[in-house]
């Protein structure tokens, strides 16, 4: 459990670069997510350029420090390769929170920068990425050598469990 309670949003970055070997492990654990019925509905689209990382953090308000990190993975789904329809949600869930996870493990600091379902958003990196109608961009985690400890916190909260009943 260690690395889920160390894991922080960290938004700053730096300037070294992720190696392609490190974006390889994080994207096989990506693909190690549970998905259902094992339908695996995610592409993954990797960003190291300057002016895509411009348009990015452009596009969405909340993924400035996309231009301090050396790489970014945009998470999309294809809700056409489903089995059970509307669970890609949870899916690219999950993809996106192994990105997290290996990230800390390999001594990287990364962020889950939401897209899907500010449909702005949505649209704009659509278009940034050439993306098919039919694929949702769902999240974008910028990722790199943490320039920043964020505090650990405890966030155990006894009153928000329930046995039984509500």
């Given at each position: 459990?260690?690395?889920?309670?160390l894991?922080r949003?960290?938004r700053k970055?730096q300037?070294k670069?992720v190696?392609?070997e490190?974006?390889?492990?994080?994207?096989?654990a990506a693909?190690?997510?549970p998905?259902?019925?094992?339908a695996?509905p995610?592409?993954?689209?990797v960003?190291?350029?300057?002016e895509?990382?411009?348009?990015?953090?452009?596009?969405?308000?909340?993924?400035r420090?996309?231009?301090?990190?050396?790489v970014?993975?945009l998470?999309?789904?294809?809700?056409?390769?489903?089995?059970?329809?509307?669970?890609?949600v949870?899916?690219?869930?999950?993809a996106t929170?192994?990105i997290?996870?290996?990230?800390?493990?390999?001594?990287?600091g990364?962020?889950?920068c939401g897209v899907?379902?500010n449909?702005?958003?949505?649209?704009?990196?659509?278009?940034?990425?050439?993306?098919?109608e039919?694929?949702?961009?769902?999240?974008?985690?910028?990722?790199?050598?943490p320039?920043?400890t964020?505090?650990l916190?405890?966030r155990?909260k006894?009153?928000r469990?329930?046995y039984e009943?509500?």
């Amino acid at each position: 459990m260690s690395i889920i309670y160390l894991r922080r949003s960290v938004r700053k970055y730096q300037k070294k670069d992720v190696g392609d070997e490190i974006v390889t492990e994080l994207l096989r654990a990506a693909m190690h997510a549970p998905s259902a019925g094992n339908a695996q509905p995610w592409h993954f689209t990797v960003i190291r350029s300057e002016e895509k990382k411009q348009r990015i953090a452009e596009a969405h308000p909340y993924a400035r420090m996309v231009l301090q990190a050396p790489v970014a993975i945009l998470v999309c789904a294809d809700p056409s390769l489903e089995i059970y329809k509307g669970f890609w949600v949870q899916d690219c869930s999950a993809a996106t929170m192994n990105i997290l996870l290996r990230a800390v493990e390999l001594g990287l600091g990364a962020v889950w920068c939401g897209v899907y379902p500010n449909e702005e958003r949505v649209e704009a990196f659509r278009k940034i990425f050439g993306l098919p109608e039919h694929v949702v961009p769902f999240s974008i985690v910028p990722v790199g050598y943490p320039a920043e400890t964020p505090k650990l916190v405890d966030r155990f909260k006894l009153e928000r469990i329930h046995y039984e009943v509500w």
